[in-house]
């Protein structure tokens, strides 16, 4: 037993050491290149299993290359680390928390004597001692400081104050709050996910592709799918898609937006139209607008005229390669090819009639900006096509996330920055006032940043001495 308590004390020193952190941090930095030059598992990047050959493909499955900060290795490092900070914080922490909480003591007359001069200040005053006590004290609240009498007699007493006593545990801010931090991405490592989906403009889909998933996220599978397919538990509906293009620059695109609908039990319980930094949030589930793409299909609207009589016309709605049948003229149009500028006339739709399933004559064009261009072309047919509108179809790619420790991370963000900027720029400052038959001594220490302090003790000095303008003498500097 002696001997197991003896590996656990020592132990418990090696994960305490400064050098471990210091040999952990640097693991960390060399051990982070493969997750910048190795391709990584997510949405911007080629799948590694095409882009490397199949034994370097393999090793990194082993390894985990491809997640390189969900890996084993990164998370046991991350592990170790918070160890070393929990250590060397309940290590060192008794001492910092007696110093920052000890409670001042009258010093003797011996010490203030032999205090460094350059942080004393001293001189003499002829007002009663109730008087001088009364005053200094008044100054001092008014200050919004808290002075504490560790000495009064009749003759003499002894005031001391201070400012900033927790910068003296700021750092533990700082470690609680890495700590946090990692229990945050740990905490995501093992419930969030990261996959993506794409969506035709009008069509709904109940499954997404994982990129990156935690063990215990809880993604069912899809049987028959792709081993990294998983199930939505809902349908996602894009039901509408628009794309805008930059007028000078027709194929860059300014802004592109979804209105997604969710669908449960085949109704729509809940909806939003996302576009890029504005995503939509249902259940685990947070949709980001990230890209798009061209179907190579057209959605169109289009009328069939009788030339003699003009109030005599059919509607049609249609895609490319379907059939509308015009039984009044026994005949069937099929879209066969769509345009959005043809030769400059902008956008166009060309037919191709049809009797049985044969084609009846030749292929022709009908421009949307050109009502009567179908009239002109074929002056022998019995009817004319009117073009309304054509629209070209795309699909939205949205990209699927779950980082259910975002606000624990956050917060310990928060902590970090507000414990780095209290330790940085807050420091102890202790100043203590003796006075003793009508001699003040005034000093003062800091337990870190020193430059500019003798400045400040000084302006405390002159501010106190000020109190007894008119009565004191002041003595030399010591």
Excluded at 20 to 41: D, E, N, Y
Excluded at 349 to 376: C, H, I, R, S, T
Aim: aromatic content about 14%.
């Amino acid at each position: 037993m002696a001997l197991f308590w003896r590996w656990i004390d020592e132990l418990w020193d090696a994960f305490g050491s400064a050098k471990l952190t210091f040999v952990v941090l640097i693991c960390m930095a060399l051990l982070s290149i493969p997750g910048t030059i190795v391709l990584q598992q997510n949405i911007s990047n080629v799948d590694p299993g095409i882009q490397y050959d199949y034994n370097f493909w393999k090793f990194g499955q082993i390894t985990q290359l491809f997640t390189a900060y969900h890996s084993f290795w990164y998370v046991a490092l991350l592990a170790i680390l918070s160890m070393n900070l929990i250590i060397c914080s309940i290590e060192r922490w008794p001492g910092m928390y007696k110093l920052a909480v000890a409670k001042p003591i009258a010093w003797a007359k011996e010490t203030f004597d032999n205090y460094d001069s350059t942080l004393k200040h001293q001189w003499q005053s002829q007002r009663p001692k109730e008087e001088v006590l009364r005053t200094i004290m008044s100054f001092l609240e008014t200050k919004k400081r808290q002075p504490v009498i560790l000495e009064d007699s009749p003759s003499s007493f002894q005031i001391f104050w201070q400012t900033g006593r927790w910068s003296r545990v700021a750092n533990y801010l700082v470690h609680t709050s890495l700590l946090i931090v990692f229990a945050g991405a740990i905490f995501s490592a093992l419930y969030g996910f990261d996959g993506a989906v794409n969506i035709p403009a009008g069509s709904a889909v109940d499954t997404l592709v994982i990129f990156k998933e935690g063990r215990a996220s809880g993604l069912a599978g899809v049987p028959g799918g792709l081993p990294n397919e998983r199930k939505l538990g809902f349908r996602l509906e894009a039901e509408e898609f628009k794309v805008n293009f930059y007028e000078d620059w027709p194929g860059r695109p300014k802004d592109f937006i979804t209105k997604l609908n969710v669908l449960e039990k085949g109704r729509v319980v809940d909806s939003k139209t996302i576009r890029v930094n504005d995503p939509f949030a249902y259940k685990n589930f947070t949709f980001y607008q990230a890209s798009y793409g061209r179907l190579g299909d057209f959605r169109m609207n289009f009328r069939v005229v009788n030339k003699e009589n003009t109030k005599d016309q059919t509607v049609f709605k249609s895609k490319m390669g379907e059939v509308q049948k015009i039984d009044k003229y026994k005949v069937s149009l099929v879209p066969v090819m769509a345009l959005m500028n043809v030769q400059g006339l902008g956008p166009g739709v060309q037919f191709q009639p049809v009797e049985g399933d044969k084609a009846a004559g030749e292929a022709f064009w009908v421009l949307k900006d050109f009502p009567n261009f179908d009239a002109v072309k074929r002056t022998q047919s019995p009817y004319i096509v009117i073009l309304d509108n054509v629209e070209e179809l795309y699909f939205t790619g949205l990209q699927i996330g779950h980082v259910p420790g975002a606000p624990i991370y956050w917060f310990g963000c928060f902590g970090m920055l507000l414990g780095t900027f209290y330790a940085l720029f807050v420091s102890h400052k202790k100043y203590q006032l003796s006075f003793s038959q009508g001699r003040l001594i005034f000093v003062g220490n800091v337990h870190r940043l020193p430059v500019g302090f003798q400045a400040e003790l000084a302006k405390w000095a002159a501010a106190i001495k000020s109190l007894d303008v008119p009565t004191h003498q002041t003595l030399r500097k010591v």
